[in-house]
């Protein structure tokens, strides 16, 4: 099993729609989670960081399972501008940072 | 505030070839690390350091070797380059705080012919 798995998609969806990717992690040790918005291969830029349950910053709430360890992100009312590769990595005391494949989202007119 | 910065940006190599990226940080960050970024898939860890004279392997480790002699610096050497090697190369910081993001660099475009 991967350290850090996420469905690769691409989920097409429509603007305005809701929509809710998730990324499940390995080691149980793992007690800070980030998810990063990637443009076109470019340097990842940090999107969300979760701590204990969850966090929303207005569209994006993500939600932190630690029983069956796994973080979701979830977007409302998505816009053209969202269209990116989505990326999570959780953190644990070891350093060792593994980052999930990513999960790419095309919102469409 | 430059962050983190890549050198260089793009190189072309031929088969064989040696190279280094030099990583290089201002943000006094214990960690580094060097990713490789492949077309249709994520960050590859290579390989990482949590301090200063320190390194360790990640995921995909083979054909690289690295060198953190000093704590703002994280070099990457590819001593004789393959084709495989070609990608996209990312170096990051963050420090060991748990909360701490990683902060990473514009990456470096490497192809080997």
């Known amino acids: 099993r991967k350290e850090v798995e996420q469905d690769p998609g691409p989920f097409n969806v429509p603007e305005g729609a809701t929509v809710a990717f998730n990324c499940t992690y390995s080691?149980?040790?793992?007690?800070?989670f980030f998810w990063y918005r990637q443009d076109c291969r470019k340097e990842p830029k940090l999107l969300m960081s979760?701590?204990?349950s969850g966090n929303e910053d207005g569209r994006f709430t993500a939600q932190l399972n630690r029983a069956s360890q796994y973080i979701s992100l979830l977007i409302r009312d998505s816009k053209l501008s969202d269209s990116a590769t989505y990326l999570c990595?959780?953190?644990?005391?070891?350093?060792?940072?593994?980052f999930g494949q990513g999960t790419e989202l095309s919102v469409k007119p | 505030n430059a962050g983190v910065t890549q050198t260089p940006k793009f190189r072309v190599l031929k088969t064989g070839q040696s190279m280094t990226l030099l990583c290089a940080q201002d943000?006094?960050?214990?960690?580094m690390y060097w990713y490789r970024q492949d077309p249709g898939m994520g960050l590859r860890l290579i390989h990482y350091?949590?301090?200063?004279?320190?390194?360790a392997k990640g995921e995909v480790p083979d054909g690289y070797n690295v060198s953190r002699l000093k704590k703002q610096n994280f070099l990457l050497g590819l001593e004789s380059a393959a084709p495989s090697q070609t990608s996209v190369y990312f170096c990051?910081?963050?420090?060991?705080?748990?909360?701490?993001?990683?902060?990473f660099g514009e990456g470096s475009r490497l192809t080997v012919l």
């Open positions: 990051a910081s963050t420090p060991p705080d748990l909360t701490g993001e990683l902060f």
């Open positions: 080691n149980s040790a793992s007690q800070s």
């Open positions: 979760v701590y204990s």
């Open positions: 990595v959780p953190r644990n005391q070891g350093g060792k940072l593994i």
């Open positions: 943000m006094n960050h214990e960690y």
């Open positions: 350091s949590v301090g200063e004279g320190t390194t």
